[in-house]
């Protein structure tokens, strides 16, 4: 079976503005770098945030409804490009997360002399690819899109070149990755030849009458190698054996990239291709997802619990396993939205959880990247007695931690923990509830321990003053700091705003 059925021709620019937009800056960055001298090319690094800040404003006008494009004529809702209320949420994530990112990396390159015209093209071109991602309808745009985000962050981890660290760290994740989309092309291949279509609405149809039990079981393998892929790029366990040595070699700012947009990007696919393209193998995803939600939040909060500050070990490695067991959680909604009859109120707890996680984890990797530029190893123990250094930026970590642990004043944290909980009761999964709830006991050890740590005096080597001299903090790191602040205190404040504003996330 094959499509006959032609493109319309007209675009609707306006629904693709924002990731456009995007990727124009990118080629702009890249061809402005060969004409500036070196002394202006930190001018590269505030055009580019800028240019995600319009980005970022151009969903305004979208606000207004849902918008298609790149439709098949006489087919309105088999289209490649929708804008609607999910998309928005997502693509408000992405861009403000890479929006931060770009402020934390204002001063890293400077500091540790990166490219900078190779750097932000990498960067704005992996966010226009995330940007582009949760408005794909289609398989192909999606796993398209899902690479275009995907390749230039391998060149960014491996960015600092002579760092034997983060070259091992690229390949790591090259490897791994590349291993995870040949997967999932297969997959992919699997579901277009069952069923003869690409579009998800069109997939989603055909998959629940398919009348040849071949093809049924084509179809179910092609769900199985699709899901895999994209386990991989959330970090789901057993996929997820790339992040800590990906998040320790790369460049700070790319960890936090990849803590956060990396993870919207994976989670967004997955949301796509369950809900919207394979509902009839609910049956299927639904369990498998269950199962995945346990195993990686008790891989993630297992493992960080061996991260001991008497052992040196890294606060990178640290928030590296914390995320591995934060998209435990993540997965929790996906997985009650295949038993639920209503799938759009659970992917809801799933986005309004990860709008909680991307404010407070970049928060937490500003302070990290702040303590990096005078303790480059930026280990545990580097963080003790940092309230007696600089008690806002300690109180603010600790405000972080708490959120991520889900503790007050951190109300969001609690709120947005309460909110993943309530859609595995809802959808009957008494048991991942309670596996959740233990996990966030667990989690409470190692969020603690570090916060504690903030306030003990400080241990001052032998022959060395305990109060070190303070170097005032950069422009770009202080505002980063501060929106991420600033926007965990509101939503602690007014934390009904998060859940309604991903409410619907998915018609």
């Given amino acids: 079976m094959t499509q006959a059925l032609s493109l319309v021709q007209s675009v609707d620019w306006l629904a693709i503005a924002p990731p456009t937009l995007a990727a124009a800056v990118a080629l ?149 990755s590349v291993a995870a989309t040949a997967v999932m092309l297969l997959g992919v291949s699997f579901v277009y030849a069952a069923t003869g279509s690409l579009h998800l609405s069109r997939v989603a149809h055909a998959l629940t009458a398919l009348p040849d039990p071949r093809l049924a079981t084509l179809a179910g393998t092609g769900v199985a190698l699709t899901l895999v892929g ?69 891989v993630g909060n297992a493992a960080a619990l061996r991260q001991d500050p008497a052992r040196t070990h890294s606060a990178v490695r640290l928030l590296a396993w914390s995320s591995v067991g934060q998209a435990g959680y993540l997965l929790v909604p996906i997985a009650a939205a295949g038993y639920a009859h209503d799938p759009a109120h659970a992917i809801g707890a799933t986005v309004a959880y990860a709008l909680m996680y991307a404010a407070v984890n970049l928060g937490a990797f500003a302070v990290a990247a702040l303590v990096a530029r005078t303790s480059p190893a930026n280990r545990l123990a580097d963080y003790r007695g940092l309230y007696h250094r600089r008690p806002l930026v300690a109180l603010a970590l600790g405000f972080f931690l708490l959120c991520l642990a889900g503790l007050p004043p951190g109300i969001i944290g609690l709120f947005a923990k309460v909110t993943v909980f309530s859609a595995a009761v809802d959808a009957g999964l008494g048991w991942l509830a309670v596996l ?72």
């Fill in 28 to 176: 702009v960055v890249l061809v402005a770098d060969l004409f500036l001298p070196a002394a202006r090319k930190p001018l590269l690094g505030w055009f580019a945030t800028a240019g995600l800040a319009a980005a970022a404003l151009l969903l305004l006008p979208l606000l207004d409804g849902r918008r298609r494009t790149f439709c098949l004529t006489g087919t309105p809702a088999a289209c490649s490009y929708v804008a609607d209320h999910f998309t928005l949420v997502i693509q408000f994530l992405v861009l403000a997360g890479a929006l931060l990112t770009a402020l934390l990396s204002i001063d890293t390159i400077k500091d540790h002399d990166l490219p900078a015209g190779e750097y932000w093209f990498l960067l704005l071109s992996s966010a226009a690819g995330a940007a582009l991602l949760p408005a794909s309808r289609d398989l192909a745009t999606l796993v398209i899109a899902l690479e275009v985000a995907s390749l230039p962050a391998f060149a960014l981890v491996g960015l600092r070149r002579g760092d034997r660290l983060s070259s091992e760290a690229a390949l790591k994740f090259f490897l791994s």
């Fill in 230 to 298: 994209f386990a991989f790029k959330t970090a789901a366990a057993p996929f997820h054996f790339w992040v800590p040595d990906t998040y320790v070699g790369a460049p700070l700012p790319i960890a936090a990239y990849l803590s956060v947009v990396g993870k919207a990007v994976g989670f967004s696919g997955l949301i796509l291709v369950t809900v919207q393209g394979f509902p009839a193998y609910a049956d299927v995803w639904g369990p498998a997802l269950a199962v995945l939600a346990a195993l990686t939040m008790t």
């Fill in 436 to 507: 959740m709830a233990v996990n966030v006991v667990i989690a409470l050890y190692y969020y603690l321990q570090w916060t504690a740590l903030l306030f003990r005096p400080a241990e001052a080597p032998a022959g060395e003053p305990a109060e070190q001299p303070r170097a005032p903090i950069p422009a770009a790191l202080s505002t980063a700091l501060a929106l991420a602040t600033v926007l965990g205190v509101a939503l602690s404040g007014a934390p009904q705003l998060v859940l309604r504003f991903a409410a619907g996330a998915l018609l």
